[in-house]
T-cell receptor, first 112, second 116 residues
Framework: AQSVTQPDIHITVSEGASLELRCNYS??????LFWYVQSPGQGLQLLLK??????LVQGIKGFEAEFKRSQSSFNLRKPSVHWSDAAEYFC??????????FGAGTRLTVKP | DSGVTQTPKHLITATGQRVTLRCSPR?????VYWYQQSLDQGLQFLIQ???????AKGNILERFSAQQFPDLHSELNLSSLELGDSALYFC???????????????FGEGSWLTVV
């Protein structure tokens, strides 16, 4: 079965600094990869997704992610973080039965 | 707004009781999923329905059950509730079934269940 690992439970960055959230997956076939963001008290909002093609995908709110098959990774990046980006971020991999497995999440704190 | 609607948003109930959570998927979506999010377990997949039929089961307890109705809305029934069932329950929907299609899952805002 597929699995997702987000190695960082909590990350703190200063506003305006760059951000990279790590995601590693385990899946035998071509993965379908997603990043979701969850603000406090809210549901999960899709940031971006990778199905095929260009390995660098652009998402909403200025986020991007790069699929690296050789490293089994799908790291999320943003060049300049805003205070409103503080939230929990989940990486997920699509499964054959479409149940979608999520990582444990990375909580992002943004310092002024 | 994802288009997925869940009710109630908040629910407090006592141990041993039974509750029903309701979900209306996005217009046109045939698949409905239920997830449980708790502090100790993270986000856990419970069950998936596609066009009224159960398609996948995850870590769903026997005390829990779900169904998807002909109008495609879904209900998650939680019975003999325990303190540990306190969590945020998400419903999600997607157009199709099957990971190979790579279709996207959209989440509702969740139903907060507190068992006291």
């Amino acid at each position: 079965a597929q699995s997702v690992t987000q190695p960082d439970i909590h990350i703190t960055v200063s506003e305006g600094a760059s951000l990279e959230l790590r995601c590693n997956y385990s899946y035998g076939a071509t993965p379908y990869l997603f990043w979701y963001v969850q603000s406090p008290g809210q549901g999960l909002q899709l940031l971006l997704k990778y199905f095929s093609g260009d390995t660098l995908v652009q998402g909403i709110k200025g986020f991007e992610a790069e699929f690296k098959r050789s490293q089994s990774s799908f790291n999320l990046r943003k060049p300049s973080v805003h205070w409103s980006d503080a939230a929990e971020y989940f990486c997920a991999v699509g499964a054959p039965n479409n149940d979608m497995r999520f990582g444990a999440g990375t909580r992002l704190t943004v310092k002024p | 707004d994802s288009g997925v609607t869940q009710t109630p948003k908040h629910l407090i109930t006592a141990t041993g009781q039974r509750v029903t959570l309701r979900c209306s998927p996005r217009s046109g979506d045939l698949s409905v999923y239920w997830y449980q999010q708790s502090l100790d377990q993270g986000l856990q997949f419970l069950i998936q329905y596609y066009n009224g039929e159960e398609r996948a089961k995850g870590n769903i307890l026997e005390r829990f059950s779900a169904q998807q109705f002909p109008d495609l809305h879904s209900e998650l029934n939680l019975s003999s509730l325990e303190l540990g069932d306190s969590a945020l329950y998400f419903c999600a929907s997607s157009l199709r079934w099957g990971g190979s299609s790579g279709n996207t899952i959209y989440f509702g805002e969740g139903s907060w269940l507190t068992v006291v």
